[in-house]
């Protein structure tokens, strides 16, 4: 079995900072692609920043500039740094995994999502 587990989420004035951590456990064999979506009230949930085994990112156009995406492969760890947050960043933030696990079955796995307030 598979738990992805976040953290960091909370409320901050616009143009503060937040940085999200989601924490992959379990039955693991090796992690792909390792990324970040968010769903705002009555909004379809949307890809914020992805992040390949490599390194490779890439982000949404609305918060390029502001977030970057890591990861750290040995804790099999992602994280998202938050800078300059608007209102609009206001959403629930869900960590996905698409991965091998130990049976090498592939599948993507979600984190139970954080909630991100910005707002005055």
């Known amino acids: 079995q598979v738990q992805l587990v976040e953290s960091g989420g909370g409320l901050v004035q616009p143009g503060g900072s937040l940085r999200l951590s989601c924490a992959a456990s379990g039955s693991i064999f090796s992690i792909n692609t390792m990324g970040w979506f968010r769903q705002a009230p009555g909004k379809q949930r949307e890809l914020v920043a992805g992040?390949?085994?490599?390194?490779?990112?890439n982000y949404a156009d609305s918060v390029k500039g502001r977030f970057t995406i890591s990861r750290d492969n040995a804790k099999n760890t992602v994280y998202l740094q938050m800078n300059s947050l608007k209102p609009e960043d206001t959403a629930v933030y869900y960590c996905n995994a698409d991965l091998f696990d130990k049976s090498v079955r592939r599948g993507a796995y979600w984190g139970q999502g954080t909630q991100v307030t910005v707002s005055s």
């Open positions: 992040i390949t085994s490599r390194g490779r990112t």
